[in-house]
Every structure is written in structure tokens, then in C-alpha cells.
């Protein structure tokens, strides 16, 4: 298979494949023309990746479940570590937006939104946080 052929096959752009390859995600074999050829363990692993990708996991993370899925020594626990450090991570970026869209909730509240200049929302954002003052 091409290039155009896997990345239909994936639903990943061609761009995001060549950069799985410069970064060793993938090694897909060369013909005598420098032209790439993946083979289906190429495309299993692309559409491998696309799928954790599409869950939150970075690359190194990727990497790392690419490795454990290709070893059949592995323990599950190793694997079930990872994907809980990144569930872990998850709920963490929850709670910060959960805390960001109460704090924004609250402003626009406060906000009157009329013709008058004093604005709670802009006075929030003025204000210097206690770290920034020193």
C-alpha cells in the first residue's frame, strides 16, 4: 500500500503518517525508489495509534502501548497503569475546566452587559493573582 492508500484506510491525514514515520512510530519498508510501501502490520499499527490518539494519549504514551501491544509477555498491568495515569490526567483537566467554567460563570452573571463602563468580568481579569504580585 502507498501512502494515499493508508491514510484513507486509517482516516489519518498522509502529513500526520509521514510524521508517525520520522518519529518511529512506523517503519514502513522502502522500494528502490525511496517510494514508502506499508504493509498491513503498518496499517494495523497507524490505525492503532489513531485510536489512542483519539482517546488523549500522547505519542510517548502511544509509543509505549505500541510496544506492550507488540509484546506477548506483557502484563496487563503494566498496560492498565498507563491508561489509569492518563484517566488520572483527564480527570485533573476536568476539574481545572469545571473550576474555569464556574469562575466565567460567575462573572457573567455579575455583569450587568448594559451601556455603562464598569465591567466585573474586565476587573477580574485586571486584577494581579497573589503569585504574579510577588
Known sequence: MNISDVAERT?????????????????????????????????????????????????EACRSLLRLYDDPARASADVRRLAQTHLEEIDRKIAELEQMRATLSHLVAACAGNDRPDCPILADLAAMSPSARG
Open 11 to 59: 482516516g489519518l491525514p498522509v502529513k500526520t503518517v509521514r510524521y508517525y514515520e520520522e518519529i518511529g512510530l512506523i517503519t514502513p519498508a522502502r522500494a528502490a525508489n525511496g517510494y514508502r510501501h506499508f504493509s498491513d502490520t503498518d496499517l494495523h499499527s497507524l490505525a492503532f495509534i489513531g485510536r489512542a490518539r483519539s482517546l488523549g494519549f500522547g505519542v
